[in-house]
């Protein structure tokens, strides 16, 4: 039917619009579809943000670990100086007597 089709008795039809109004598919609308969309997007960010976190805090936690090692063997080798520190003045001491 062309557009400007009037049938008789005059009234005007405009395929285009019967046509859409007929057309009752459960499309929803653009917005809709928009917000699902930046939903998805928003659930995508915080999922690779709260990675990113836990690979920071496994860093976190084999830093501490390594930090706590490294203590552990700087008290073990302050102890050990101490011992060596106090048998070289008991040497010193002893030695003068020893004349």
């Known amino acids: ?5 009037r049938p008789p008795g005059g009234a005007h ?3 285009a619009a019967s046509t859409a109004a007929a057309d009752t598919t ?14 998805l997007q928003v659930v995508e960010n915080l999922k690779s943000a709260v990675e990113a976190l836990q690979n ?3 860093v976190q ?3 501490s670990m390594s930090l706590a090692q490294a203590s552990d ?3 073990g080798d302050g ?3 101490r011992k060596v520190d106090s048998r070289e003045e008991e040497y010193r001491v002893a030695k003068p007597c020893r004349r």
């Open 1 to 5: 039917m062309p557009s400007a089709f």
């Open 73 to 75: 063997k700087l008290v």
């Open 26 to 39: 459960s499309t929803p609308p653009a917005p809709a579809n928009q917000a699902v969309s930046e939903q």
């Open 79 to 81: 102890e050990a100086l």
């Open 56 to 58: 920071c805090l496994t």
């Open 13 to 15: 039809i405009n395929p």
């Open 61 to 63: 936690e084999q830093t």
